[in-house]
């Protein structure tokens, strides 16, 4: 990002000075390392968008607003984030649609019967996270777009979770649209990407309006971009775009399967360390092979908040709250959670670091109970 800033910095164009056409090169440059990384057909299916959020609502309002009529049903699972929830909400509440959500077990796991159960011929959409924010739990994603779009039903994958830890491949996974953030995968924060099959994009009108996304501009008409470009009205964030194929580069040409292996020796090393913490209770499947490294978990003795502040105390970085995941959480007889997660760059005396914090957490409460 600081080599594009200075040296390439400028508005894009192919066709423009040599500033511009390097700036060019390099943010559609960073389109095709995108597409290579989910396997996408072709880089015009990749859109940039500030994140998830903005690539699930960009969907809602080009896709879903205009073809939902009343009676249709949209189709959650309770272990949705905000993100995936409410933008599904608001535009149910416009278009008198439905929104319907597939129970989990105790666990967590999305319980595949109810999603049979509830999918009917007035589904239109199935959108699901494919690696829970709260237990870090991997749906098997492949299994619900083929039994969604078995019923006729388009499905959008929310990815945040999953494009840091698990080999995307959107033909694969035969999924309709697909989102991720950069900040989750070691890129920049304010830039995220949805990827979509191209004739969904082709047949969806524009999010935003404005400069580079039409031509032949006059008073009465206009001439629309193609595709994603479509979607990107203004000035880009073509530093966000290069932050986050330099990422995506980086991941691509390590060893991934050192990086698995990595990660699920610290799936299974960090909950066995916890297992030991008393009065501690994790959220999610105890299974280290059903999950990527990030837990979820609530004590006997202190609230969410008082392990946050303990843990800050001690140069451990968590969250604690409700998690933007409220539903889940009560399904899991709670309202708060506190959430630790590791990343490739995590070792095991990292867990070693947070174990012995939240045990002298635990002493400090036996003491003052003495």
């Known amino acids: 990002m600081l080599d594009f800033y200075r040296h390439d910095n400028a508005n894009p164009g192919s066709s423009l000075h040599v500033l511009a056409r390097r700036a060019y090169d390099r943010y559609e440059g960073a389109r095709r390392t995108i597409a290579t990384f989910i396997n996408a057909a072709q880089s015009e299916e990749v859109t940039w968008v500030r994140g998830s959020t903005e690539g699930i609502n960009l969907v809602a309002g080009a896709w879903a607003r205009p073809l939902l009529r ?8 309770v272990a949705e984030h905000a993100s ?7 535009v149910a509440e416009q278009t008198g649609a439905i929104v319907r959500y597939v129970d989990v ?3 967590g796991r999305v319980i595949l019967e109810d999603l049979d159960r509830k ?15 709260v237990t870090g739990y991997i749906n098997p994603a ?22 840091p830890h698990i080999r995307l491949d959107v033909q694969d996974l035969g999924c309709d649209f697909l989102v991720f953030s950069s900040h989750k995968m070691l890129g920049p924060m304010g830039i995220g990407v949805l990827w979509a099959r191209r004739e969904l994009l082709e047949e969806m009108p524009p999010y935003q309006a404005g400069s580079n996304m039409a031509h032949e501009i006059d008073f009465v008409s206009q001439e629309f971009e ?145």
């Open 142 to 163: 492949a299994q619900i777009c083929s039994r969604a779009r078995r019923a006729g039903a388009r499905v959008l994958i929310d990815a945040a979770q999953s494009a």
């Open 226 to 370: 193609h595709a994603a470009l479509k979607f990107g009205a203004g000035t880009p964030n073509v530093a966000g775009a290069v932050g986050l194929a330099a990422a995506v580069h980086y991941l691509m040409h390590e060893d991934r399967s050192a990086i698995e292996r990595h990660e699920a020796q610290l799936t299974q090393y960090a909950l066995e360390r916890l297992a030991e913490v008393p009065g501690l209770r994790l959220l999610g499947p105890k299974e280290p092979a059903q999950r990527v490294p990030v837990f979820s978990f609530v004590s006997a003795t202190h609230s969410p908040e008082e392990i946050l502040r303990h843990l800050d105390a001690e140069g451990i970085a968590i969250r604690a709250g409700d998690l933007a995941a409220l539903p889940l959480l009560k399904r899991f007889g709670v309202r708060a959670a506190a959430r630790a997660s590791c990343y490739l760059y995590t070792q095991t005396d990292d867990i070693d670091r947070l174990f012995m914090a939240l045990r002298e957490l635990t002493r400090m409460r036996g003491k003052d109970s003495r």
């Open 70 to 77: 009343k009676g249709d049903e949209l189709l959650l699972t």
């Open 119 to 133: 999918l009917s011929d007035r589904t239109r959409l199935v959108s699901f996270s494919h690696v829970s924010n």
């Open 105 to 107: 077990d105790n666990e």
């Open 84 to 90: 995936n929830l409410l933008p599904w909400r608001l």
